[in-house]
Nanobody, 116 residues
Framework: QGKLVESGGGLVQLGGSLRLSCAAS????????MSWYRQAPGKERELVAT????????NYADSVKGRFTISRDNAKNTVYLQMNILKPEDTAVYYC?????????WGQGTQVTVSS
């Protein structure tokens, strides 16, 4: 059973930056595409960014393009989300997800709060 643990969330001011990390264990990390999702209060969970298993390709939601960067280190079994120029509307719980050919796993989430 794969396990994902997010970290790096917190309170940041408008325009600030944060880097989220998601450490994976009990799965062959390099075989999984990795994604970051977020869920704001009263809203549905939405996809923020995805990176392929090799790290060769990534995609972003329009709302974060040019501000967020997803990356991964397969040697460390970790995926990152660098978030710059943060806005109050980025406030949410951020989750990472591992998607493989036969299974997918979610982390428990980390809170990001952007104050204005």
């Amino acid at each position: 059973q794969g396990k994902l643990v997010e970290s790096g969330g917190g309170l940041v001011q408008l325009g600030g930056s944060l880097r989220l990390s998601c450490a994976a264990s009990a799965l062959t990390f390099s075989r999984y595409a990795m994604s970051w999702y977020r869920q704001a209060p009263g809203k549905e969970r939405e996809l923020v960014a995805t990176i392929t298993s090799s790290g060769g390709s990534s995609n972003y939601a329009d709302s974060v393009k040019g501000r967020f960067t997803i990356s991964r280190d397969n040697a460390k079994n970790t995926v990152y989300l660098q978030m710059n120029i943060l806005k109050p509307e980025d406030t949410a719980v951020y989750y990472c997800k591992a998607t493989g050919p036969a299974a997918s796993y979610w982390g428990q989430g980390t809170q990001v709060t952007v104050s204005s």
